[in-house]
């Protein structure tokens, strides 16, 4: 089970990492712009558009994000105490919940006000430049919780195969004595 679960955390965090970034790069630059190369999109179209792209972005990072959450939990909470496996794991987890925290206090806000109608165009703009600034905050504590889900499964890996050995050598010993 433990396996199972590593691969998991791993997988899913890997996915919401790039799906993050895959987000701010993509609808930043259709959001904000990039220089020349694409204009960016009014205060208009921004408060009219900005909740239609909202339901595309949630309909691929949501369930990833709820198998990540599931995933870092279970993954945390099954490694055995005091080995340093479990302590990276929980701090691949509360980094995600740091994220969630961010998620849930701001961008969520934002999009159920979005939602409403409740943007002048004028503060659309400011706002989404908000949003999209927080959001590489985000971006930045997937990849280090990415990062930690790696180093843990590793370690795991690595104390396994130690222990592994470890319960082989005196059976390689014994053998040899006959």
Do not use: D
Request: glycine letters at 8%; hydrophobic letters at 50%.
């Amino acid at each position: 089970m433990p396996k199972r679960s590593h691969f998991m955390a791993v997988v899913a965090t890997g996915l919401f990492a790039g799906g993050g970034t895959m987000v701010g790069l993509s609808f930043g630059i259709v959001f904000l712009g990039l220089g020349n190369l694409v204009p960016a999109m009014s205060g208009e179209q921004l408060v009219e558009l900005f909740p239609k792209y909202w339901i595309a972005i949630a309909c691929t990072i949501i369930p990833i994000a709820l198998t990540k959450t599931i995933a870092l939990f279970t993954a945390t909470f099954t490694s055995p105490k005091g080995n340093g496996v479990r302590q990276l794991w929980v701090w691949a987890l509360c980094l995600w919940l740091m994220n969630c925290t961010i998620t849930v206090g701001y961008h969520l806000q934002v999009v159920i006000a979005s939602f409403q109608g409740q943007y002048s165009p004028e503060e659309m703009v400011g706002t989404i430049q908000m949003w999209i600034g927080l959001h590489w905050v985000r971006v930045a504590l997937a990849l280090a919780s990415f990062v930690f889900a790696i180093l843990a499964t590793l370690r795991a890996a690595i104390k396994n195969a130690t222990r592994q050995r470890r319960t082989e050598q005196p059976s390689i010993q014994r053998g040899t004595q006959l």
